[in-house]
């Protein structure tokens, strides 16, 4: 049987490829926290559209109408008592914002908190890890 010579250059040490797969991982980590950081706003713009819909909505339904509307507020969702195809998800809508809710109504002649006008709402949502933030609900007539 012939012997081979095995040349000891040639392929790959084993620190090569663990310098490789720690750069790989480097980059890969890199990346991910890049991507939830734009995946994070994605999400807060799509709530504050849709919260502003819902809400401008409201408004509108209770000048057309010449009624008051008041909110629904049950743990899951939030809608229009006169109208409940009008509704949007409350899941993450932390409890005491829920609260305010179902004190909020909407009229021809403006929109009150506790039958106060008020201009603004601050809506605050509680993600997973308690997480936090906040979005202005405007008002306008």
């Given at each position: 049987?012939?012997?081979?010579?095995?040349?000891?250059?040639?392929?790959?040490?084993?620190?090569?490829?663990?310098?490789?797969l720690?750069?790989?991982?480097?980059?890969?980590?890199s990346?991910?926290?890049?991507?939830?950081?734009?995946?994070?706003?994605?999400?807060?713009?799509?709530?504050?559209?849709?919260?502003?819909?819902?809400?401008?909505?409201?408004?509108?339904?209770?000048?057309?109408?010449n009624?008051?509307?008041?909110?629904?507020?049950?743990?899951?969702?939030?809608?229009?008592?006169?109208?409940?195809?009008?509704?949007?998800?409350?899941?993450?809508?932390?409890?005491?914002?829920?609260?305010?809710?179902?004190?909020l109504?909407?009229?021809?002649?403006?929109?009150?908190?506790l039958?106060?006008?008020?201009?603004?709402?601050?809506?605050?949502?509680?993600?997973?890890?308690?997480?936090?933030?906040?979005?202005?609900?405007?008002?306008?007539?």
């Amino acid at each position: 049987m012939k012997k081979r010579n095995v040349d000891s250059s040639s392929g790959f040490t084993l620190v090569e490829l663990l310098i490789t797969l720690l750069l790989f991982a480097v980059i890969i980590g890199s990346g991910s926290a890049m991507l939830s950081g734009t995946v994070s706003q994605f999400h807060t713009g799509t709530r504050n559209d849709v919260l502003s819909l819902f809400f401008r909505n409201c408004v509108f339904r209770a000048k057309m109408r010449n009624e008051l509307i008041r909110l629904n507020v049950a743990r899951d969702k939030v809608s229009a008592v006169n109208s409940p195809g009008l509704s949007f998800s409350s899941t993450d809508i932390s409890p005491e914002t829920l609260e305010a809710l179902k004190n909020l109504s909407f009229t021809a002649t403006g929109t009150f908190l506790l039958d106060k006008k008020i201009d603004s709402l601050k809506i605050i949502f509680q993600e997973a890890g308690n997480k936090r933030f906040e979005i202005n609900m405007i008002f306008k007539e």
